[in-house]
């Protein structure tokens, strides 16, 4: 069992910057891809990065240019630092560590709340 935990979440004006990070309890099996997603009101859960195992990176057309995701401690930590948010960033942030088989997993963790507004 992975347990993930995301922090770095709050209130930020349009244009402004926040950094995510998601923290892995341990990792018995290395994932193969880590991304974050997140979900607005009423909204289904979307993809926003995903990273896998050998740094190949998929980002979601609206974030380009203005989100990177990365990660240290031997991907026991992953982060999502976001520059230039727009109002409709907000939503909720959720890390995602999965691995295929063998030895699959599908992990997730609670969540962050982003909120841009003036």
């Known amino acids: 069992q992975v347990h993930l935990v995301e922090s770095g979440g709050g209130l930020v004006q349009p244009g402004g910057s926040l950094r995510l990070s998601c923290t892995a309890s341990?990792?018995?099996?290395?994932?193969?891809?880590m991304g974050w997603y997140r979900q607005a009101p009423g909204k289904q859960r979307e993809l926003v990065v995903d990273?896998?195992?050998?740094?190949?990176?998929n980002y979601a057309y609206s974030v380009k240019g203005r989100f990177t995701i990365s990660r240290a401690d031997r991907d026991l930590t992953l982060y999502l630092q976001m520059n230039n948010l727009k109002p409709d960033d907000t939503a909720v942030y959720y890390c995602?560590?999965?691995?295929?088989?063998?030895?699959?997993?599908?992990?997730w963790g609670q969540g962050t709340q982003v909120t841009v507004s003036a």
């Open positions: 990273i896998t195992d050998d740094g190949n990176t």
């Open positions: 341990r990792i018995e099996h290395a994932a193969t891809s």
């Open positions: 995602n560590y999965r691995r295929m088989a063998p030895f699959s997993y599908n992990y």
